[in-house]
């Protein structure tokens, strides 16, 4: 009779699973054939293997560390031949998960860390990039742009607030207010301050329509 899943040992179960005549990595054939997982992989490839006792672990992992020792947690097993299917101990290498990130071609780190200027078109120069302890980049420009837009909603949030109160604006608070309102935003001005377009058209001295369709009463 041919011998039952119970009959194996752990070894012969695992490498049941193992196809070693896999492809070679064009970059760096030197590493040799992968060594691909055959069975169960999770919803990202890797292979997932049961060794008993419950616990499924990531195939990769479980038989690099058999064969090294055991790798601290916080350290990720990079594919150098970019096949999450492959277990080979020599195409592993342990490295911190931002690294192992950066070395991928289709991580979205990677892609942002290769990036010369931000989605709104500044370049990340050295006096306008704010780099984090994680590494990821910001730009200054980018910044300085949101505090600003933060300051004018605060600004004519007091406006609205005033006007609410029944009074009369300043020649600089109506430029705040118009400002505003041309800005695209006033619609947030509105919902943060119960502030119809009516009511501003009134103060202002303008036709409602004259009024940006954004800002709905």
């Not at 069975?39 to 006792?53: E, I, Q, R, T, V």
């Not at 200054?140 to 005033?162: L, P």
Request: some cysteine; glycine content about 8%; proline content about 6%.
């Amino acid at each position: 009779m041919a011998p039952t899943w119970h009959d194996l040992t752990l070894d012969e179960r695992f490498w049941r699973n193992v196809d070693k005549c896999g492809p070679l990595v064009a970059e760096i054939p030197e590493l040799g054939p992968c060594w691909l997982w055959t069975a169960a992989k999770n919803g990202n490839g890797y292979g997932a293997f049961s060794p008993g006792g419950g616990v499924t672990a990531l195939a990769h992992r479980w038989i690099y560390e058999r064969e090294n020792g055991q790798i601290d947690s916080s350290l990720h097993l990079d594919h150098l031949c970019r096949r999450p299917a492959c277990i080979r101990p020599s195409h592993l290498d342990p490295v911190p998960c931002r690294t192992n990130l950066m070395r991928s071609p289709i991580a979205p780190a990677a892609i942002n860390a290769g990036k010369t200027h931000c989605n709104y078109g500044h370049e990340f120069t050295p006096e306008n990039t704010r780099v984090y302890e994680d590494g990821h980049r910001e730009c200054k420009a980018c910044r300085r742009e949101r505090t600003r837009r933060h300051h004018s909603r605060q600004r004519a949030d007091q406006v609205a607030q005033e006007i609410e109160a029944g009074a009369r604006l300043t020649a600089d608070q109506e430029s705040i207010l118009r400002a505003w309102i041309q800005s695209g935003q006033a619609l947030t001005l509105r919902e943060s301050a119960g502030f119809s377009r009516a009511a501003a058209a009134q103060v202002l001295g303008v036709a409602k329509t004259a009024l940006l369709s954004g800002f709905s009463q």
